[in-house]
C-alpha cells in the first residue's frame, strides 16, 4: 500500500531524513518511534504528500503522492500541532470536508456525534485542546480514509477518549483495512496498536521489525547467585546491559531464548527468570546501541 526507497530530505545544511526506506502493507499499522528531531514528522509529512523529498521515491498503491488530489483525497493526516480555520464551526469544518473528500460518509459524521458529542455549532478553536483532538478525529473519520496518518495522535485526549478512539481505529482496520502510520513517544500505546516498529534515530530509520519479532529477539535476564557472578557469565554472545543490585543481576541479551537460557543455567544460580522486555524497554537499547546513554534507565 505505501512504499518509500531511499527518502532523504534537509532543511538547509540540516538532514532531516536520511534514505529511508519502509514498506507498510494494507491493514498494518506501522508505527514510528525516535528521539526528539529524529525525523519523525518530516518522514510523515513526505508520506501524507505535504513535504516533498529531496530525494528517493513514495508510492501509494503505486502512485506519487505530492500534489496527487486523487491519491491525497484517501488519505488523511491528523498533525501534532492541529490547525483549523478560525471562526470556523465543526459543521462549518465538515461542509468543507464535504466538498473536498468524494468519499465524506455523512451517515457516520452523525454517528459519530454519538462518541463524541460536542455542539457543531461551537467554533472549533473555541474548544479545549483535547477537544480539538476529538473534532480532527471524528471530521477524518467521516471521510473513510484509506489511510490515517497519525502524529502524536492522543495527546491531550482523557484516558475514556483515548478508548474510545483507539476502538474506532482498531474498527476500521479489522472492517476496511484501513492502514495506519502512528508516531508517538506513548510506546504503551503503540505497542496496544502496532503490527510493525521502526526506530528513527538523527534521521536515520536504522530499525524496523514485526512487534512480535522485535520482542522474541531481545529478553531480560534475572539472575542471582550466592557471592559474585561466576567467570565465564559474560561470554554469551549479544549481551546489551548488565546490571547487579546487591546479589541479584540484571542481564538484557539479544538472541534466541532457549540459548540464553542453556548459558545461564550452566552456571547453577539461586534464581534464573526471564522476561519479555517492553516496547519502552526495547527502544531504550536499541538507542543506546545508538549512542544514547542508557545506565540506569532499566524498568524493574
Ligand atoms: N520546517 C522546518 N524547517 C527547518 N528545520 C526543520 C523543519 N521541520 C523540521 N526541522 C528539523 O528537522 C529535524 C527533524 O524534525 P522532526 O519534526 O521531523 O522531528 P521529530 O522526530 O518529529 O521530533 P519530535 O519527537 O521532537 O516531535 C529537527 O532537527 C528539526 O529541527
Known amino acids: 500500500m505505501i512504499e518509500a526507497t531511499g527518502v532523504s530530505k534537509s532543511f538547509g545544511s540540516l538532514e532531516a531524513l536520511k534514505k529511508a526506506s519502509l514498506k507498510v502493507d494494507k ?8 528521539s526528539n528531531g529524529a525525523g519523525k514528522t518530516t518522514l510523515l509529512k513526505i508520506l501524507a504528500g505535504i513535504y516533498q523529498q529531496d530525494q528517493g521515491e513514495v508510492r501509494i498503491g503505486g502512485e ?6 486523487k491519491v491525497k483525497e484517501k488519505i488523511q493526516f ?49 474548544l479545549s485542546k483535547g477537544m480539538q483532538r476529538q473534532v480532527a478525529f471524528w471530521l477524518a473519520l467521516s471521510t473513510m480514509p484509506e489511510i490515517l496518518i497519525l ?29 495506519v502510520l502512528i508516531s508517538s513517544h506513548n510506546l504503551r500505546e503503540l505497542e496496544d496498536l502496532c503490527d510493525h516498529i521502526g526506530i528513527l534515530h538523527q534521521g536515520d530509520l536504522f530499525l524496523q521489525r514485526e512487534l512480535d519479532d522485535l520482542k522474541k529477539e531481545i529478553h531480560k535476564v534475572q ?20 546490571e547487579k543490585r546487591g546479589s ?16 545461564f543455567q550452566q552456571f547453577q544460580p539461586l534464581l534464573l527468570d526471564l522476561l519479555p522486555l517492553t516496547l519502552d524497554e526495547i527502544f531504550i537499547y536499541e538507542m543506546g546501541g545508538m549512542g544514547y546513554v542508557v545506565e540506569e534507565l532499566v524498568a524493574e
Open 151 to 179: 502524529d502524536e495522535p492522543l495527546d491531550g485526549l482523557d484516558p475514556v477518549m483515548r478508548k474510545k478512539v483507539k476502538k474506532l481505529i482498531i474498527d476500521d482496520i479489522v472492517e476496511r483495512e484501513l492502514t
Open 223 to 242: 539472575i542471582a547467585f550466592q557471592g559474585d557472578l561466576p567467570d565465564g557469565i559474560m561470554d554469551q554472545e549479544g549481551i546489551l546491559y548488565h
Open 27 to 34: 491493514g498494518s499499522v506501522y508505527g514510528i518511534v525516535g
Open 248 to 263: 541479584v543481576s540484571l542481564f538484557v541479551v539479544r538472541g534466541e531464548q532457549q540459548e540464553i537460557l542453556q548459558h
Open 64 to 69: 506519487g503522492v505530492f500534489e496527487n488530489v
Open 78 to 126: 491528523i498533525p501534532d500541532v492541529l490547525y483549523f480555520f478560525a471562526q470556523h464551526s465543526i459543521e462549518d469544518m465538515a461542509q468543507y470536508y464535504r466538498m473536498i473528500y468524494p468519499t465524506w460518509n455523512e451517515e457516520r459524521y452523525q454517528l459519530l456525534f454519538n462518541v463524541f458529542q460536542i455542539d457543531r455549532k461551537k467554533k472549533v478553536t473555541s
